[in-house]
């Protein structure tokens, strides 16, 4: 039986749900994230007056975000996951800069396994943005919200800090022009914070 993305996505969102419904002694943590990330195809290149240039790729680079995460107070047990997270890679010159921004929303379901914990999900990106200002103001392009799969693997470091690594399975789409995808598979470092 073939398998939508959007039906793919419900039936993860429907068992995450109910994994956390139905867990033993529930309890909610808040989480702050930073990620750093490589991979994906070329966006844009930006060539310096110096002769030297770098490249905006789809996959990277810098991203940060908060959300909860609904688990037990048990040493093993599963764990759900949801981040709102702001993803950027970008380049900056005294004449101007150039970044490409979008927003992924995140639903991931682990399970734990005393320090560690291993989960896969799924990430929609809202608002993907190839912003332009100065020298690259009319670089600026849109692409279509998109929607992809993460897998991640985590250890904790201490009671509250974590440090692990993903993998972003994803694909861009111009608006502009459909024909125009871009892959923004990624590999990652990931680490976050329970409060």
Known sequence: MLITKPSFALRVLASGLCLSSSQVNAAISGLA???????????ETVNYTNSSSEDINAGALFSVGVGVIFHTQLAAGPETQFTFNWKSDFTTASNGDLSFDRYPIELIQFYRLNK???????????NPTLNGSGFAAKRQTSYDNALGYVFEMDYDITPTIYLGGRVTIIEYQNSQQ???????????VSSGIRF
């Open 33 to 43: 994230t930073l990620g750093l990330d490589i991979g994906g195809d070329k966006i």
């Open 116 to 126: 560690i914990r291993a989960g896969a999900g799924i990430s929609y990106h809202v």
């Open 178 to 188: 459909p024909e125009r995808r871009y892959d923004g598979h990624s590999l990652g």
